[in-house]
């Protein structure tokens, strides 16, 4: 596989679940990101992972937990998530002061 | 103030003509410009970078940055329906260690027949 991937493609679970938002980056890059584009808002950059080091917590609500276990997977875990939450999730990466590319996104649903 | 501006559009040109997007930002210490395209249900590709003053070309595709003004634009020669999408504005800054990006809500066009 080639660029940025991210599995599931599509989710959805109720408000008491537990799920992970999976990415991995195959362009030999050192930063990871997650972004949330909701509908009619620009993208919001949610956390910055910096060899493997979170360097960027944009005030993201604590029900939402990253994981980089090395320079090329970046994990979301999700729990006892709001309607709100639903929007899609975006994965991206790059070198460090250089252009971030971005997977397909998860399309989350929130019941 | 919002801190990248763009029209949201739409943006509507006939096909073979120069579209022209804008948008404008907030913090003068930005270094860095991008332009990403982004198609309905899909995930923002990147399409042009800029860093200097002035016009860059690719294909049928030209940025232009005036950081005097705090103002960068992306010109689309020949537009084809295919180029229809939304186009998001991105900059980057001094904060977050030189790797945040600050997006635009995007402009949308529409390439028309």
């Known amino acids: 596989e080639t660029g940025v991937t991210q599995t599931p493609r599509h989710l959805v679970m109720g408000m008491t679940n537990k799920k992970s938002l999976k990415c991995e980056q195959h362009l030999g890059h050192n930063a990871m990101y997650w972004y949330k584009q909701s509908a009619k808002k620009p993208l919001e950059l949610m956390f910055v992972y910096s060899l493997e080091e979170r360097v960027e917590n944009n005030s993201v609500p604590s029900r939402f937990s990253p994981e980089c276990p090395n320079s090329s997977h970046l994990f979301l875990h999700l729990h006892t998530l709001q309607p709100e939450d639903s929007a899609l999730y975006l994965c991206a990466s790059s070198d460090p002061y250089n252009e971030q590319f971005f997977g397909p996104g998860t399309r989350l649903t929130v019941l | 103030q919002k801190e990248v501006e763009q029209n949201s559009g739409p943006l509507s040109v006939p096909e073979g003509a120069i579209a022209s997007l804008n948008c404008t930002y907030s913090?003068?210490?930005?270094?860095?410009f991008f332009w990403y395209r982004q198609y309905s249900g899909k995930s923002p590709e990147l399409i042009m970078s800029?860093?200097?003053?002035g016009d860059k070309e690719d294909g049928r595709f030209t940025a232009q940055l005036n950081k005097a003004s705090q103002y960068v634009s992306l010109l689309i020669r020949d537009s084809q329906p295919s180029d229809s999408a939304t186009y998001l504005c991105?900059?980057?800054?001094?904060?977050?260690?030189?790797?945040?990006?600050?997006f635009g809500t995007g402009t949308q066009l529409k390439v028309e027949l």
């Open positions: 913090d003068r210490g930005s270094q860095s």
């Open positions: 991105a900059v980057r800054g001094i904060t977050g260690g030189g790797n945040k990006l600050t």
């Open positions: 800029i860093y200097s003053n």
